[in-house]
């Protein structure tokens, strides 16, 4: 027998993970399911242990499903006679086929560490026994909103949403800009952020979403969090799908990135180290690990009204790491002609040019 038959392939319990968020997602608001949905259910959970301790530890961290309160249920062969007015969805399994690999990007050409004394950036809290209500902030500015049901919702610089909270629901307008959203749970009233074209769904969890031109990119630090394509929730002119009844493009964990709208464009993982210099916006930093200077360039352009242009196509990809106060662009600039070889043009007060130094 060779070498190779011994060998022993340990489950992917990444994928299992994403897996098991995915069948919480789709199994929140129901009661029972369909007998094809409960039977793949079933198989799914019977691979292996960790299957089963997946879709637990998923359910606590959801805020828990009646319908999974004793998974020994689905050993009941008299599941199959359950039903339920639901369509089917995407087979969870498929999640994993769809996942984006994560680019780690090349070696950061040098560090740019930026020290200030002073802060551009301001923060300020709303707090208030709010139920409904409008709130934005302008470029350079952050806000902490303290909604009723104990959630707390910080609107990054230049950011735009409104509030709509009531005994049966929860529903946040992300109108422009980005957010971040602390959660309180409350399985009785799912927490719903609409952007663009897509919905964000959780119930106990905290998660950041970001509104691109025609996409959300979602980041989830906290929980499981369901994706729904709001094309999911209309099957035509009159007809409305209730949001318990759509089975969502697919469902984040910890670490976890998406972008989407009517699909799901990217899937990614991060470390926690990636992830925690993504959110360090909240305290009013940017962070870079690598990324290219057109990156740079785009995510700093929207904490400040200078318009940031790169005279050199061949500079965009120029990788940058480090960290700076947000919105002091001029210590950007310094930094950049100090250690990157960049030579900065300033037009006008509100106009510079990047360019290589000669």
């Not at 980005?178 to 749970?185: G, L, N, Q, R």
């Amino acid at each position: 027998m060779s070498e190779t038959k011994n060998i022993v392939e340990f489950p992917n319990l990444k994928a299992i993970e994403e897996e098991a968020a995915l069948w919480i997602a789709r199994l929140d608001g129901r009661d029972s399911l369909p007998a094809s949905e409960a039977a793949a259910l079933k198989d799914w959970i019977a691979q292996s242990a960790q299957h089963r301790h997946a879709l637990e530890r998923m359910s606590q961290l959801w805020g828990g499903l009646a319908c999974l309160d004793d998974l020994n249920y689905l050993d009941d062969a008299s599941i199959a006679g359950q039903s339920l007015n639901s369509g089917t969805g995407q087979n969870p399994a498929s999640l994993g086929q769809k996942r984006a690999k994560w680019w780690t990007g090349a070696a950061v050409a040098a560090s740019l560490m930026v020290a200030v004394a002073g802060s551009f950036f301001l923060n300020f809290e709303s707090q208030r026994d709010l139920q409904t209500g409008h709130f934005a902030t302008a470029i350079g500015e952050q806000e902490t909103v303290l909604l009723s049901d104990g959630s707390k919702i910080i609107l990054n610089t230049n950011s735009e949403v409104t509030v709509d909270l009531d005994d049966n629901h929860r529903s946040i307008n992300l109108l422009r800009g980005e957010a971040h959203f602390d959660v309180a749970s409350d399985a009785d009233r799912p927490f719903l952020v609409y952007a663009n074209d897509g919905i964000v769904k959780a119930v106990g969890t905290a998660f950041t979403v970001h509104l691109r031109k025609t996409s959300v990119e979602v980041t989830v630090s906290e929980g499981v969090v369901a994706l729904i394509s709001r094309a999911q929730t209309s099957a035509g002119d009159s007809v409305s799908t209730p949001i318990e009844d759509i089975a969502p493009l697919a469902a984040l964990t910890v670490g976890q990135s998406a972008v989407f709208a009517e699909t799901v464009e990217s899937l990614t993982r991060m470390s926690g180290e990636a992830l925690d210099r993504k959110l360090l916006w909240r305290g009013g930093f940017i962070a870079f690990a690598g990324e290219p200077l057109s990156t740079v360039v785009a995510d700093v352009s929207r904490y400040t009204d200078i318009t940031i242009e790169i005279e050199d196509p061949e500079l965009e990809n120029l990788p940058i790491g480090g960290y700076f106060k947000a919105g002091e662009v001029e210590d950007m600039f310094d930094s950049l002609e100090a250690s990157f070889g960049i030579a900065v043009e300033r037009v006008s007060p509100t106009r510079v040019k990047l360019s290589r130094a000669s």
